[in-house]
């Protein structure tokens, strides 16, 4: 859909005038509605897509511009039919009464637009008001849209909405966070981050074509929805593309329109950094009295509360306003407010006057100014404003060292330099040769040119002469690149780079260590400077240990990592290296089978350093999402999984989207919901070369699996599980998976397959003992039972259950003995014994007791976890496993899922989601109870019933009594409560 035509939020004020217009119909009495609000936040949307929702009204429109303040009577004239209105009388009373006439000759129901009303004429004004105020039983709704003004042509209509019964006043801001964080998710099909929703909120304003353009950029067909083009969206709006230009004409249109000492007010207060006071602004105009009437007045400015200091109310249209501004007086403007703000604040002032005239200071000086103000806020920790700082040296003067301080800071800050600003310019200019090569392979990098990006790497050029800043930069997208997943094939070349800066890195962390003045910068102190190095080498040393993760044992990987952590834990500063350390450890403990250990890692890192490494955080809650999947702790690993996938648009990392996207699917598709999963499963982020990578094909593969698992789709889960094992990703590891694998060959008709799996997995010296002694036992029995042994299958799977029972819990919350880490394959190794019981009763009907239990537990398992297809499976089991051992007297057990004999597993599962006491009302009301009975029953209140009757409907997604009579219907077999 065209970014013109999309109309975005605006729920409630929809509801409002939809319910204004049925007040209309339904008692024939006007209404009159004003929407009021700052130019561009969507007044005439709100107002055409409320019209377009009232089919069968006819339409009469009224446009105004600022000409038309100065015709007497045009406004009102034009609401009169054509013939009438070329000779509308100029007088108040006659064209009063005329316009009164037509309204009264109203019979058909009639919405009337004016628009921009704030630019009526008095004559208009007083016509119009006296007809809305006296017009009565007509069919007509009045729409009026106005900017906010102290003009009193408006006052009085103002008024009128805040006194009349029949009138409404709609006053509409531009969009909260909160608002963009739903219409985004709403357009865009993702699940985003309060920091995204922040980042946008901030960049638009909350204005809706604003954040209409950052839609339309996402989630066009040539776009992925990655971070690099949300970036992009929010860099052009900076740079006033897309609706800029129409916003600035509305701005200008409101500047103009005010006196011209408020004129130079409104400009001072839109290059202000800072709210500025009464005086200040008297000071810096240098006047000795100041309008302030006349600036509240203006409805681009607020004031505040307490301190009474003004500012611009929406930065958007701050920087429409500075756009207007001719070169002399925004120079003139940044000279004065240097002068009065303090600090970095005069810092930037100064340099954007020189950025417009390099007269007013020497620029070689200015980037000394520069350069201190960037290393105040390099070494307090603020990389944001050093980046900013840098970056407006670079714009001051370009070269070679201005270059250089901007790149080091944009590696400090997390982020990318400008590569049009930069790559171009380091090619013809003379750039030291190593920045220019990391330049130009990040760039490449960004292309997706990874045979570019390792060219320009593997150049011959000396690393070791470069300088600090040059080197780390370097470094920095040697690390970048080897990050990305589809580099591989093309590692040895990638490793000789990746070593070679090793060294040199260990070379500078030396001379850093000896305080050797070579290696000493302006940007950063010492130890910030040895945060970075080793940060840095430690990192690329933790990647040359996971390329080699296949020949060398975990435990083994483990130590390494531990011996990196020691190294990085001396020096302060590199707690978001140490995080990546944690994570990487904790994704090879968890795929070798080592989950407590996995868990200790992934949860020092997510609840250590949240907000240092983003990237980072959003592996570890992917990562935990899958731990706590395997554990039966599905709701947490959700959460989990919902929280790494929002934070993906602010993450400059392709490869985070697809193993997020992936792993927010993983619950609702073993839960048989992913149809109706919040999120699209086939996100763009899909489309693009990050979806070729072996981790996204593997991740997905894993979800599709449990979902085939789930609908019983054998077939599917062979497909599944195959595919992903054949992909070079650490998820395609974990033995685990070969269990999902052996149960669908089995269920298939393909068992004559197991031995050769069986041996696979035997030969798999990567996974942990007790993990691989728990797959191998369980994967015997599934052959066994494929070939008709009923006592073998029992006595393999009996000695799987046992090592599983053993298995420890994530979490001391645990119950011990029920699978801990590993509860849900505990849950499908019981509803195989259950199998086994069932095909061989004649050999095996001692054991079907003591199978019941184990199957009961896991249709309660399988119900705490939201399965309903899994539950659905253990329903059939038990209930087969009734049937042919009836007649065996069995001792009384607990009912662990204390329901009536003889419902669906379906309806059982859906009253799980009820408390005892409303399942208990349910239950009397499906056996035709009414209330009054159920209340004797019970002996509590009538009233008390019909509130828990309410809720279980709620609930259950019913809309009537009969239609839970109906679903609590009961049926001829057995079921579970038998037990």
């Known amino acids: 859909m065209s970014s013109l035509n999309r109309f975005l939020g605006r729920h409630s004020e929809l509801d409002v005038i939809a319910a204004a217009a049925e007040a209309v119909l339904t008692s024939s009495t006007p209404r009159f509605l004003l929407i009021e609000g700052p130019p561009g936040v969507g007044k ?23 000409s038309d303040r100065h015709v007497p009577g045009y406004a009102a004239a034009h609401l009169l039919r054509k013939p009438q209105r070329y000779h509308a009388p100029a007088d108040a009373e006659g064209l009063g009464a005329l316009v009164q006439e037509q309204a ?18 008095a004559l208009s004004s007083d016509v119009i008001f006296r007809t809305v105020r006296e017009t009565e039983d007509i069919p007509m709704l009045t729409l009026v849209t106005a900017r906010p003004t102290t003009r009193p042509e408006m006052q009085r209509l103002t008024r009128f909405t805040e006194t009349a019964g029949e009138a409404l006043r709609i006053v509409i801001e531009p969009f909260t966070r909160a608002e963009v964080r739903e219409l985004l998710e709403e357009h865009t099909g993702l699940p985003i981050s309060a920091n995204v929703a922040a980042r946008v909120r901030d960049a638009t304003g909350g204005f809706p074509a604003f954040l209409d353009y950052v839609v339309d950029r996402l989630t066009s067909d040539e776009e992925a929805i990655t971070s690099d083009a949300l970036q992009g969206a929010l860099r052009e709006l900076e740079q006033g593309e897309g609706p800029a230009e129409a916003q600035r004409l509305l701005i200008k249109q409101v500047f103009e329109e005010t006196p011209e000492d408020v004129q130079q007010m409104l400009a001072l207060l839109a290059l202000a950094r800072y709210p500025l006071s009464i005086h200040e602004i008297g000071k810096l105009l240098g006047t000795g009295s100041v309008d302030v009437e006349a600036l509240r007045g203006s409805s681009l400015v607020q004031e505040a509360m307490k301190s009474g200091r003004f500012s611009m109310k929406h930065r958007v249209s701050a920087r429409c306003l500075v756009a207007d501004l001719s070169r002399e007086v ?10 009065v703000e303090g600090g970095l604040a005069s810092v930037r002032h100064r340099a954007e006057a020189t950025l417009l005239d390099p007269a007013v200071e020497e620029p070689s000086a200015m980037v ?74 990040r760039e490449a990098l960004v292309r997706g040119d990874l045979e570019g990006t390792l060219g320009f790497l593997a150049g011959g050029v000396d690393i070791d002469a470069a300088t600090p800043k040059a080197l780390l930069c370097y470094a920095d997208t040697v690390l970048q690149a080897s990050r990305t997943p589809g580099l591989r094939g093309s590692y040895w070349h990638l490793l000789n ?44 040393q933790l990647w040359q240990a996971l390329e080699g993760i296949e020949s060398v044992p975990p435990q083994a990987f483990s130590a390494r990592v531990q011996q990196l952590l020691d190294e990085l834990r001396m020096v302060p500063g590199t707690e978001s290296a140490q995080a990546t350390l944690l994570v990487a450890r904790g994704a090879v403990l968890r795929t070798a089978g080592h989950p407590a250990e996995a868990y200790r890692d992934l949860i020092a890192a997510i609840e250590n350093w949240p907000g240092r490494n983003r990237r980072a955080l959003a592996h570890a809650q992917v990562h935990m999402t899958y731990l706590l999947f395997e554990a039966g702790l599905w709701s947490e690993a959700q959460l989990l999984s919902e929280s790494a996938a929002s934070e993906v648009l602010d993450i400059n990392e392709d490869n985070v989207a697809p193993l997020a996207y992936n792993a927010v699917h993983l619950v609702p598709s073993a839960r048989g919901h992913r149809e109706s999963q919040s999120w699209s499963f086939g996100l763009r982020a899909h489309v693009t070369r990050a979806s070729d990578a072996s981790v996204s094909r593997a991740g997905r593969g894993y979800v599709d699996a449990w979902a085939a698992a789930a609908a019983q789709n054998h077939e599917k889960v062979v497909d599944s599980i195959l595919a992903m094992q054949v992909e070079l990703s650490i998820w395609s590891r974990a033995v685990t998976s070969a269990v999902l694998l052996g149960r669908s060959l ?21 996974s942990s003992v007790v993990h691989r002694d728990y797959v191998l036992r369980h994967l ?9 042994k009923f006592a073998s299958t029992h006595e393999h799977l009996s000695a799987a259950m046992s090592a599983i029972t053993a298995v420890p819990s994530l979490k001391t919350g645990h119950v011990p003995g029920d699978g801990g880490s590993l509860m849900i394959y505990r849950g499908l190794l019981a509803l195989d014994l259950g199998h086994c019981v069932i095909d061989g009763v004649d050999t095996l009907q001692d054991k079907a007791d003591e199978t019941a239990e184990l199957v009961l537990w896991a249709a309660s398992m399988f119900q705490g976890c939201g399965s309903e297809g899994l539950f659905h499976e253990a329903d059939e089991t038990f209930r087969t496993l009734r049937k042919v051992t009836a007649g065996q007297s069995a001792p009384e057990r607990p009912r662990l899922i204390d329901l009536p004999e003889g419902l669906s597993s379906k309806a059982r599962f859906a009253l799980t989601a009820l408390t005892t006491r409303e399942r208990e009302i349910a239950l009397m009301v499906g056996q035709g109870l009414s209330n009054k009975e159920v209340a004797e029953e019970l002996v509590i209140s009538v009233r008390t019933v019909e509130y828990h009757v309410a809720n279980a409907l709620g609930k259950l997604g019913l809309d009537s009594r009969h239609a839970l009579r109906r679903m609590l219907q009961i049926e001829d077999e057995g079921d579970l409560r038998r037990a």
């Open 44 to 66: 005439t949307s709100l107002l055409n897509e409320a019209v377009s929702r009232l089919p069968g009204w006819s339409r009469a429109n009224v446009y105004l511009d600022p």
């Open 104 to 121: 009264d000759g109203i019979t058909e129901p009639v919405v009337l637009v004016i628009e921009d009303m704030q630019w009526v004429d």
């Open 330 to 339: 925004r120079v003139d403007l940044q000279m004065r407010l240097a002068g």
């Open 368 to 441: 000394e100014v520069l350069a201190d103000a960037a290393r105040t806020a390099s070494r307090s920790g603020d990389t944001a404003q050093t980046l900013e700082l840098t970056r407006l040296a670079f714009e001051v003067e370009r070269s070679s060292h201005t270059l250089e301080c901007l790149t080091f800071a944009a590696m400090r800050a997390g982020t990318k330099v400008d590569a049009e600003a930069t790559v171009t310019w380091a090619q013809s200019h003379e750039v030291h040769p190593v920045l220019r090569r990391g330049l130009l392979a």
């Open 497 to 540: 780079v990746a070593e070679r800066t090793v060294r040199a890195l260990l070379t500078l962390e030396e001379q850093i260590g000896a305080d050797d003045p070579a290696v000493r910068t302006r940007i950063a102190t010492p130890e910030q400077l040895l945060a970075e190095t080793r940060g840095l080498r430690v990192s690329l």
């Open 746 to 766: 089995l269920h298939s008709g393909r068992a004559q397959a197991l031995p050769a799996l069986i041996t696979k997995v035997g030969a798999d010296e990567h």
């Open 780 to 788: 015997r029995g599934l052959s066994a039972l494929g070939s008709g």
